[in-house]
């Protein structure tokens, strides 16, 4: 059977094979938050032509059924098709972002007071040539010039079936590469080599993929390069993803796709540079645990079933022979550890990108996402947690939720008078839905202007026609357009709720196990690029950050990448990620009887115990 689209493409369809499955068979990928299952209602498709089988609306509203809108990942084609794809379902994950460099890389690496050295060190090495009174084997003959010089190493298999055939080409004077952190040799190279000499830092985000081009002489950010992570082609969340790679057996799937957008983002830079591939000698890697495993396309099976276990926290340095990625076969690979199933190395980053593990003050670290890590602690002790807010600050399980792209509603504000909205929208054009720092800003004002209650349900009496009876119950009008309202419906308000009580709530938690209180938190960092658009005050009167002087607060921006690229330059930030690793005291809260406690506690706007929000009551004149 074929399907035609209204620009001429068509492309064949199997019986019994979804509309999804045929898409994504042709490189043609929707939203779909929840991996095909049918509940985000996200991979909307409107079927022009043709006969359809459909086994489930799921949140299509009536309207949009009646307009021939189906679910591509539960319409089935009974013949030939004629659809449309609606530009907001259309997941176009190879689009560049843009990527903050708020702060100078290179200066935070000089303030650790750490040199500069890469995961490749060298060693000029000059042997006497074999004679038949000393006629020992070529590898043993290395061995004994490097014991003179107090150099222990390992010996790969790759390097020594090379080892013969270059110790002559270069007349037995040479350049050793090997390893330092695990004493391992690498490559045998000429003399005085003069090739210029590059590092990849990497940060694999469960939403975004992040690649800075390093000079490994100074310490030079090269350039930047950004897409949007492929795996979510699969499911927006770690959890589906999981589910996707071990019952799907979709493990190389999505292994595939995370080193294709790094590979496709590292092309073009070196190609831009005039970098040859082989001057690329190294590659750090920062992700949560999850992203790490599918990277090396280990088994994530255990990270979701109790006691909640990974295959591995500290990660052996591998090469990228091993991994996919196409620069130097022979280059190292160093992942930043991980702390336990869900704090991963992109949290470690965080920690030493903010030197909070340096200093007395009590700080908070939070790194606001799908998973909603969370780091309490200072010089002498860490403790960290995880608190699953959900995708619904990216778009997932919101009607008219979305990404931060083009097309976004960024901010709200709402007359308290006359109940009318004021949007903002990224790239100033015509909203197609609203991003999660939309969402903060829209329930805020929602809650101030009298819209919801505390509990966050909406208000139906009152004087505006932007309150209505929607397909999920009452809903808020945003945005209106001819052809698709968007609006915040109750159930988008109470997933939006229970993700913002999630958060608190593990923050709450972490305070009462080391016995501090909120007011004792003297600096608190919000990481990750969602966190750079939030409005602290908005968040803070929504209940979702602690309610403690707003200079407190500290925007880092991707404090993931930050990390990945202090380690990729120096063997002491490398060290230093280690013992963060090491420090750090994980709780697991699905397993705290408390933590349901502490989070129907903060299912209200902001809390039920007003007194942990002094200055929002104040606001609120209670």
């Not at 270059?166 to 007349?171: E, F, I, T, V």
């Not at 606001?368 to 403790?383: A, C, P, Q, S, Y």
């Not at 052809?483 to 009462?512: C, P």
């Amino acid at each position: 059977m074929k399907v035609t689209f209204p620009d001429g493409k068509v492309i064949d369809i199997a019986e019994g094979e979804s509309l999804y499955e045929a898409f994504k068979r042709n490189n043609i990928y929707l939203t779909a938050s929840c991996g095909g299952k049918g509940t985000c209602g996200k991979c909307r498709v409107k079927v022009l032509d043709g006969e359809i089988r459909v086994e489930n609306y799921g949140k299509l509203s009536q309207t949009e059924r009646d307009e021939g809108i189906v679910l591509a990942c539960q319409s089935y084609a009974e013949g030939d098709l004629s659809v449309e794809i609606p530009m907001e379902a259309l997941l176009t994950v190879g689009d560049k972002i843009a990527v903050s460099r708020s702060r100078d890389l290179f200066e935070l690496l000089k303030s650790y007071k750490a040199e500069i050295s890469p995961l490749i060190s060298r060693v000029r090495v000059q042997l006497p040539p074999p004679t038949l009174d000393d006629n020992i084997s070529d590898l043993e003959r290395l061995k004994r010039a490097l014991d003179e010089i107090g150099l222990t190493l390992s010996y790969p298999k790759e390097f020594v079936s090379t080892m013969a055939d270059k110790l002559r080409r270069y007349n037995w004077d040479f350049t050793l590469c090997y390893q330092k952190d695990s004493m391992e040799a690498i490559s045998i190279e000429p003399p005085e080599a003069e090739d210029s000499r590059y590092g990849i830092a990497v940060d694999i985000g469960t939403t975004t993929v992040v690649v800075y081009l390093v000079d490994l002489s100074d310490g030079r950010v090269v350039d930047v390069g950004s897409t949007y992570n492929s795996q979510m082609r699969y499911g927006d969340d770690v959890i589906t993803r999981i589910v996707h790679a071990t019952e799907g057996k979709g493990l190389p799937d999505l292994r595939k796709a995370v080193v294709t957008d790094i590979n496709d983002l590292i092309v073009p830079m070196t190609e831009k540079h005039s970098i040859r591939p082989s001057e690329i000698e190294s590659i750090v890697v920062s992700g949560n645990t999850t992203m790490t495993h599918l990277f090396w396309g280990l088994n994530p099976a255990y990270i979701r079933e109790e006691p909640y276990i990974p295959t591995a926290n500290l990660f052996p340095v591998w090469k990228a022979y091993d991994s996919g990625i196409k620069i130097r076969r022979d280059a190292p690979v160093y992942s930043v550890p991980c702390v336990a199933s869900y704090v991963g190395g992109d949290i470690v980053s965080g920690v030493i990108a903010t030197k909070m593990h340096t200093k007395e003050e009590i700080a908070l670290f939070m790194d606001i996402g799908t998973n909603g890590e969370i780091v309490i602690g200072n010089r002498d002790w860490l403790m960290t947690a995880a608190c699953s807010a959900g995708p619904c600050f990216e778009g997932g399980g919101i009607k008219n939720g979305m990404r931060a792209t083009n097309g976004a509603i960024e901010s709200v504000k709402i007359d308290r008078e006359t109940l009318e909205p004021e949007i903002k929208v990224i790239g100033e054009g015509q909203p197609v839905g609203i991003c999660g720092s939309g969402m903060i800003d829209a329930i805020t004002e929602m809650f101030l202007s009298g819209i919801i209650d505390q509990k966050g349900r909406i208000v139906a009496d009152l004087n505006t026609d932007r309150i209505r009876e929607g397909e999920d119950g009452l809903e808020y009008v945003v945005y209106r357009d001819s052809g698709r309202d968007i609006v915040l419906t109750q159930v988008d308000i109470e997933n939006l709720i229970r993700a913002k009580a999630a958060i608190y709530a593990g923050v709450s938690l972490l305070l009462k196990e080391v016995g501090f209180s909120l007011d004792m938190i003297e600096r608190v960092y919000i990481a990750g690029g969602f966190g750079n658009y939030i409005d602290v005050e908005k968040a803070v009167i929504m209940g979702m950050l602690p309610d403690i002087p707003r200079e407190r607060f500290q925007f880092m921006g991707n404090t993931s990448i930050a990390g990945a690229y202090l380690c990729l330059l120096s063997e002491q930030m490398r060290q230093e990620a280690e013992q963060v690793a090491s420090m750090m005291t994980y709780m697991e809260l699905s397993v705290k009887g408390s933590y349901m406690d502490e989070f129907m506690s903060a299912m209200f706007l902001p809390h039920t115990d007003m007194e942990q929000f002094p200055m929002v009551k104040e606001i609120l004149g209670k």
